[in-house]
């Protein structure tokens, strides 16, 4: 839903923002590259900068503002979409997937829950986010 959603909005003229959370390590570091090499000899940080592409690779777990990070990654979105960060305190679209059946899933953990919907409600998601956000005119 949510790569229909953007898809949408950025259909009808919006710059639209897309934040994943993962809560599994990201492995993006390729065996043999410079950078691989280097957090194999032990650097404690490793940041990759590239044209529009960004990357850093810390050894230490470390809990991030996601607010912080919007602001300073997204700062030209006229709408930024997060998938995850159930802890955020965020405004919740909640899609109800029929096939999960595991009680954890079934109610966000903070926030406001501004619409339940399922799936292919893509329709009715992106009308209430442009209604909601100001978002129409």
């Given at each position: 839903?949510?790569?229909?959603?953007?898809?949408?909005?950025?259909?009808?003229?919006?710059?639209?923002?897309?934040?994943?959370?993962?809560?599994?390590?990201?492995?993006?570091?390729?065996?043999?590259?410079?950078?691989?090499?280097?957090?194999?000899?032990?650097?404690?940080d490793t940041l990759l900068i590239g044209r529009n592409q960004i990357l850093w690779m810390g050894a230490e777990e470390a809990h991030f503002?996601?607010?912080?990070?919007i602001e300073l990654?997204?700062?030209?979105?006229?709408?930024?979409l997060v998938e995850g960060y159930r802890s955020a305190g965020?405004?919740?679209?909640?899609?109800?997937?029929?096939?999960?059946d595991d009680p954890e899933w079934r109610e966000p953990a903070t926030g406001q829950v501004i619409t339940k919907a399922h799936p292919d409600d893509v329709d009715s998601v992106v009308e209430l986010l442009l209604s909601r956000y100001s978002l129409g005119g």
């Open positions: 839903m949510l790569e229909a959603v953007v898809a949408r909005l950025n259909g009808l003229g919006y710059r639209v923002a897309a934040v994943k959370h993962d809560a599994h390590r990201i492995e993006l570091d390729t065996e043999g590259k410079d950078s691989w090499r280097l957090r194999q000899a032990g650097s404690s503002d996601l607010r912080a990070l990654f997204c700062p030209a979105a006229d709408i930024v965020l405004d919740t679209v909640w899609v109800q997937r029929p096939e999960v």
